[in-house]
């Protein structure tokens, strides 16, 4: 199989990543809370992934690392903890589900009022448009680095400017450039940084968390069990124990440990390099088929690598079954959780085919899909 579907999850992971969680299992298997060998391993493997994490992204406080389980809970951390009755919110057209629904759902509750910037029919967002959405109970803004759709990459630098100018908090989701893009929270001004484990940080499922600033504070969304400061009757304020209830994920963050370590010795720059090239070779002939369409700008705007497209003649189910079927091609196809992305781009109602690449992709990966394509399209025509 060819798989290019690396937005939704990285399927090929380095060996060292299945090696660690191994080891874990066998050697770090107890809650990580106490003072037993295995217990002093299993703290040891989330020590570990915290101050990798923290490395990445150049945050030099560790401790406020919080670990979840993906991405989606670690924005509902950031947005449920953050927003107080009466905020107002800014967000854009490029957001996934992960921060639409929730934002939806203290809305219909009256809790918050909700502002989108918005995005075009050329999937270029309209961040000129911010400043002036500002209000003076604007509590934050809450944006995605990169669409999950077109690959687009937000200026969210210029964002946390605008919003730090108002007072607000920048809360970025990194789901879609931690691992494939540099993101340095110092240097683009995040308050919040969310992330998943899974994707271009090359590690388990079930991996995920967020770094929150010196000054954010948030409430809590779950509350429990910390193995320290028990006797005290709600959630202990340190972090990142304010954030971190239950037992942890031991295994599975020693194995984002492991990738961490692959992918700093690596380093993001060659993983953003690989991944532009393969687009732009991908790009470059998908415009030569006929019937394609491309969606979103392609000149002179940073992208990841990831590709929307549709084929005139076929749904985009219809068109990734064939390539799934017939050419053992694994793509995405649907709306990718991203409804306000596709309405500005036209493809709500057939959705789009997603071609997104990785760091273990080819050329010769490339090249099949195109080589599928056009003949997919002259059956077609």
Same mark, same amino acid.
């Given at each position: 199989?060819?798989?290019?579907?690396?937005?939704?999850?990285? +399927?090929?992971?380095?060996?060292?990543?299945?090696?660690?969680?191994? #080891?874990?299992?066998?050697?770090?298997?107890?809650?990580?809370?106490?003072?037993?060998?295995?217990? +002093?391993?299993?703290?040891?493997?989330?020590?570990?992934?915290?101050?990798?994490?923290?490395? +990445?992204?150049?945050?030099?406080?560790?401790?406020?690392?919080?670990?979840?389980?993906?991405?989606?809970?670690?924005?509902?951390?950031?947005?449920?903890?953050?927003?107080? $009755?009466? #905020?107002?919110?800014?967000t854009t057209d490029f957001e996934h589900n992960s921060v639409l629904r929730p934002l939806n759902e203290l809305e219909r509750r009256g809790v918050i009022e909700v502002d989108h910037l918005p995005a075009d029919s050329a999937g270029h967002l309209h961040t000129e448009d911010l400043d002036g959405m500002f209000r003076p109970n604007t509590r934050a803004i809450i944006a995605?680095?990169?669409?999950?759709?077109?690959?687009? @990459?937000?200026? *969210?630098?210029? =964002?946390?400017? *605008?919003?730090?100018?108002?007072?607000?908090?920048?809360? =970025?989701?990194?789901?879609?450039?931690?691992?494939?893009?540099? @993101?340095?929270?110092?240097?683009?001004?995040?308050?919040?940084?969310?992330?998943?484990?899974?994707?271009?940080?090359?590690?388990?499922?079930?991996?995920? /968390?967020?770094?929150?600033?010196?000054?954010?504070?948030?409430?809590?969304?779950?509350?429990?069990?910390?193995?320290?400061?028990?006797?005290? $009757? =709600?959630? $202990?304020?340190?972090?990142?124990?304010?954030?971190?209830?239950?037992?942890?994920?031991?295994?599975?963050?020693?194995?984002?440990?492991?990738?961490?370590? @692959?992918?700093?010795?690596?380093?993001?720059?060659?993983?953003?390099?690989?991944?532009?090239? =393969?687009?732009?070779?991908?790009?470059?002939?998908?415009?030569?088929?006929?019937?394609?369409?491309?969606?979103? &700008?392609?000149?002179?705007?940073?992208?990841?690598?990831? *590709?929307?497209?549709? +084929?005139?003649?076929?749904?985009?189910?219809?068109?990734?079954?064939?390539?799934?079927? #017939?050419?053992? &091609?694994?793509?995405?196809?649907?709306?990718?959780?991203?409804?306000?992305?596709?309405?500005?781009?036209?493809?709500?109602?057939?959705?789009? @085919?997603?071609?997104?690449? /990785?760091?273990?992709?080819?050329?010769?990966?490339?090249?099949?899909?195109?080589?599928?394509?056009?003949?997919?399209?002259?059956?077609?025509?």
């Amino acid at each position: 199989m060819i798989y290019l579907n690396n937005a939704a999850t990285t +399927l090929q992971k380095p060996p060292e990543v299945a090696q660690a969680v191994l #080891d874990a299992m066998a050697n770090a298997g107890s809650s990580s809370r106490g003072a037993s060998a295995d217990d +002093l391993a299993a703290a040891r493997s989330v020590a570990g992934a915290r101050l990798r994490v923290a490395r +990445l992204l150049g945050f030099e406080h560790p401790e406020r690392v919080a670990f979840t389980l993906n991405a989606t809970m670690a924005l509902n951390t950031a947005i449920f903890g953050l927003l107080r $009755p009466g #905020d107002h919110v800014i967000t854009t057209d490029f957001e996934h589900n992960s921060v639409l629904r929730p934002l939806n759902e203290l809305e219909r509750r009256g809790v918050i009022e909700v502002d989108h910037l918005p995005a075009d029919s050329a999937g270029h967002l309209h961040t000129e448009d911010l400043d002036g959405m500002f209000r003076p109970n604007t509590r934050a803004i809450i944006a995605t680095h990169a669409s999950n759709l077109t690959g687009a @990459v937000v200026d *969210v630098a210029a =964002l946390a400017r *605008v919003a730090h100018a108002h007072g607000a908090v920048s809360v =970025l989701d990194a789901a879609q450039s931690l691992g494939c893009i540099p @993101v340095n929270m110092g240097a683009i001004g995040a308050d919040i940084v969310c992330f998943t484990g899974h994707k271009a940080l090359m590690g388990p499922q079930g991996t995920g /968390g967020l770094a929150v600033s010196p000054g954010v504070e948030l409430v809590p969304l779950v509350h429990g069990g910390t193995g320290v400061k028990s006797a005290e $009757p =709600l959630q $202990p304020e340190s972090y990142p124990e304010h954030l971190e209830a239950g037992t942890m994920n031991a295994q599975g963050l020693a194995g984002l440990a492991a990738a961490l370590d @692959v992918l700093l010795d690596l380093g993001v720059e060659r993983v953003e390099e690989h991944e532009r090239a =393969l687009r732009s070779r991908f790009v470059d002939r998908l415009g030569q088929i006929p019937g394609v369409e491309v969606y979103g &700008i392609h000149d002179g705007h940073d992208h990841t690598g990831v *590709v929307a497209m549709n +084929l005139a003649g076929l749904d985009s189910s219809t068109l990734a079954d064939r390539l799934a079927y #017939d050419y053992g &091609i694994a793509t995405r196809a649907g709306l990718h959780c991203a409804p306000r992305m596709h309405a500005a781009l036209g493809t709500l109602d057939r959705g789009a @085919v997603r071609f997104s690449f /990785g760091w273990y992709t080819t050329e010769h990966d490339v090249d099949a899909a195109l080589d599928a394509l056009c003949h997919i399209a002259r059956e077609v025509g």
